[in-house]
C-alpha cells in the first residue's frame, strides 16, 4: 500500500480514538479523577507514615508511585478496551472493518491514542504530586520513561487479547479484562517486593513486565537514584507481548470472520 | 475450481455460498453475481438473509461453503484492495458517537486515501440536504434516525465505491431523502458507475431501479433474475 496512504491511516485511526477525550471532555475527567483520587488517598497515607516514622520515607513514596503505575495500567487497558467497546456498540466497528485497513494498523493506533491519553491524564495528577510528593520527581531521570513504556506496551498486549475475545463471544466478555487487571495487580507486586510471593506465584511474576517496573520504582527510591535492574527483561517482555496481542487479535478477529460472530460489531 | 482461478463475474460475485451460525443455515447455496450499471435489489422477510449476505459480500464475515469473486479472482480473503473499491451503508450501524458528522466523513476520507475530501464531503452533505451547521456543529450520537442514515450514505460514497452495498437504509429516510437515493442508484445505473446491492423491505422505492432481483427466505434463494412486481413477489412467497 502507498506510503502517504498508510501514514494518513495511522493518523485517521488515531484521531478516531482522541475523539473520545476531546469531544467529550468528561471522559478526560474520568481518567484524571479516579487517579486524582487514588493519589490523594494514598499519598496521605504516604504523608502520615513519614511523619510517623522517617525511616519510611522512601518506601511510603515507593508505594505511592507504585500505585500510579498500576493505575496508568489499569487506565490504558481502560481506554484501549473502552474505545473499541464503543465502536463494537455503535456498530461503528464494522465500518472501520470494511475500510481497507488492517488489525495491526487499529493496534497500532490504539496504542499510541492511549499513549497520549496516559500523557494527558497525567498531567493533572503530576501538578497534585509536585506539592504533595515532591520526592516522586527528585529521584527520576529520564530512564523512568522505560517504566511508561513497559506498562502501556503490556496493557495494550492485554487489551488486545480482550478485544479478540469480544469479536468472537461479543461484548459481554469484557469482564475477563477487569479480572485480569486484578490478577496481573497482585502478580505484578506493585507494593511488596517480588520475593515475598508464594514459589508458584514468584515464579509467574517474572513473566509479568510490570513487576519489573515495580521492583525498579522501590529499588529507585529505596536508593535514592534509578535503578534500572531487570527493566530490559521487562522492556523485551512487553515488547513480545504486544506482538502476540496484536497476533492473539488477528487471529481471533479470523475465528470471528468465519463463525460469522462479527455480524454483531 | 481452485482458488485464484479467473471466473467470468464482472466486479463481484458470489458463487454457491452458504452460511451457518451455530447449527442454524442462514444462508444456502446462493450465487449471484454483479457487473458496472447493476442495480440488484435483495428483499426478503426478516431472518431472511439479507444482511448476512450483504456482510459476505463485504468481507466482514466469511461464507462456510462457497466462495466470494472480485474481479474474477475467487477467495474468501479479507482483500484490503477489494476494500479499498467498495463501501457499506446500514441504517442499524452508526459512526463514532463522539465526533461529529463531519470529523466523521474527514476520518473515513483518510482511510480510503481521499487527498481532495472537502469538496467531495461537501457535495455529498450537499446532496444529500444535510445541514453544514449540524454536521460541523451536532456529534453523531444526537443525530435523528433520518441524519444519520444519509451521513453513512455521504460515508458510503466518498470512495465513489465500485461495490455499493446498502442494508436497510430506505427505511429511515423521509420522502426526499428517498427520492435522491433512487436518483443515486439510477446515476450508478445509467453511468455504469459500479454495481449496488440494495437490501430492502421497501420495493415499491426501490424496484423501479432494479436492474435484478434475488428473493430469499429462510436462507435459501427462492428467485434471482429480472424485477418483477410486487404482486409476483407476494405470489412467490406466498406458493
Not at chain 1, 475500510?99 to 500523557?119: G, N, Q, Y
Not at chain 1, 516522586?136 to 531521570?141: D, R
Not at chain 2, 439479507?50 to 466482514?60: A, E, G, P, Q, W
Request: with cysteine; aromatic share 12%; net charge positive.
Amino acid at each position: 500500500m502507498h506510503h502517504n496512504m498508510k501514514v494518513n491511516h495511522f493518523i485517521a485511526l488515531v484521531t478516531h480514538f482522541l475523539y473520545s477525550v476531546k469531544r467529550s471532555p468528561y471522559r478526560l475527567f474520568e481518567i484524571v479523577f479516579y487517579l486524582s483520587i487514588e493519589l490523594s488517598y494514598f499519598g496521605l497515607l504516604s504523608r502520615f507514615i513519614e511523619k510517623t516514622n522517617s525511616a519510611y520515607i522512601s518506601l511510603s513514596t515507593g508505594i505511592v508511585v507504585g500505585i500510579v503505575f498500576i493505575a496508568f495500567f489499569t487506565r490504558v487497558m481502560q481506554e484501549n478496551l473502552a474505545q473499541l467497546f464503543d465502536d463494537m456498540g455503535t456498530k461503528n466497528m464494522r465500518h472501520l472493518l470494511i475500510a481497507p485497513v488492517t488489525i495491526i494498523d487499529i493496534a497500532l493506533a490504539s496504542i499510541v491514542s492511549s499513549f497520549i491519553k496516559l500523557l494527558v491524564s497525567f498531567m493533572v495528577p503530576s501538578i497534585l504530586l509536585v506539592f504533595a510528593f515532591p520526592s516522586f520527581f527528585s529521584v527520576l531521570s529520564v530512564f523512568s520513561f522505560i517504566w511508561i513504556i513497559i506498562i502501556v506496551l503490556f496493557a495494550s498486549a492485554v487489551s488486545f487479547c480482550i478485544t479478540g475475545l469480544m469479536f468472537v463471544f461479543g461484548e459481554r466478555i469484557h469482564f475477563v479484562g477487569w479480572v485480569t487487571a486484578s490478577v496481573v495487580t497482585i502478580l505484578s507486586c506493585v507494593v511488596y517486593a517480588r520475593s515475598l510471593l508464594p514459589q508458584p506465584l514468584f515464579a509467574v511474576s517474572f513473566a509479568l513486565p510490570p513487576s519489573f517496573v515495580f521492583e525498579s520504582v522501590r529499588a529507585t527510591f529505596l536508593n535514592g537514584s534509578f535503578s534500572g535492574d531487570g527493566l530490559f527483561v521487562g522492556l523485551v517482555l512487553s515488547v513480545t507481548y504486544c506482538v502476540i496481542g496484536v497476533w492473539i487479535m488477528y487471529a481471533l478477529f479470523n475465528v470471528a470472520r468465519k463463525t460469522g460472530s462479527l455480524i454483531h460489531v | 475450481m481452485k482458488k485464484n482461478d479467473r471466473v467470468a463475474s464482472p466486479i463481484i460475485g458470489v458463487h454457491s455460498i452458504s452460511k451457518w451460525f451455530g447449527n442454524k443455515k442462514v444462508l444456502s447455496n446462493i450465487s449471484l453475481s454483479a457487473g458496472a450499471g447493476d442495480v440488484i435489489g435483495i428483499f426478503g422477510p426478516n431472518g431472511a438473509g439479507k444482511s448476512t449476505l450483504l456482510n459476505i459480500l463485504s468481507s466482514l464475515i466469511a461464507p462456510d461453503k462457497g466462495e466470494v469473486s472480485w474481479l474474477g479472482t475467487r477467495s474468501n480473503a479479507r482483500n484490503l484492495s477489494m476494500l479499498s473499491t467498495l463501501n457499506y451503508a446500514s441504517s442499524s450501524s452508526k459512526l463514532n458517537g463522539y465526533a461529529t458528522a463531519y470529523e466523521n466523513l474527514v476520518l473515513y476520507a483518510r482511510l480510503y486515501g481521499l487527498s481532495n475530501y472537502r469538496d467531495v464531503i461537501k457535495r455529498l452533505t450537499q446532496f444529500f440536504d444535510l445541514n453544514e451547521k449540524i454536521i460541523k456543529k451536532v456529534k453523531v450520537y444526537k443525530l435523528s434516525q433520518g441524519e444519520n442514515t444519509k451521513l453513512l450514505l455521504c460515508k458510503s460514497l466518498l470512495n465513489t465505491p465500485k461495490i455499493l452495498l446498502l442494508d436497510e437504509v430506505t427505511a429511515t429516510l423521509d420522502d426526499a431523502g428517498k427520492e435522491k437515493l433512487v436518483s443515486l442508484l439510477r446515476k450508478y445505473k445509467n453511468n455504469k458507475l459500479g454495481c449496488v446491492f440494495i437490501a430492502a423491505h421497501e420495493k415499491n422505492v426501490i424496484l423501479p431501479v432494479c436492474t435484478k432481483i434475488i428473493l430469499l427466505n429462510g436462507g435459501a434463494c427462492i428467485y434471482v433474475g429480472k424485477p418483477l412486481s410486487i404482486t409476483k413477489i407476494r405470489k412467490m412467497y406466498a406458493s
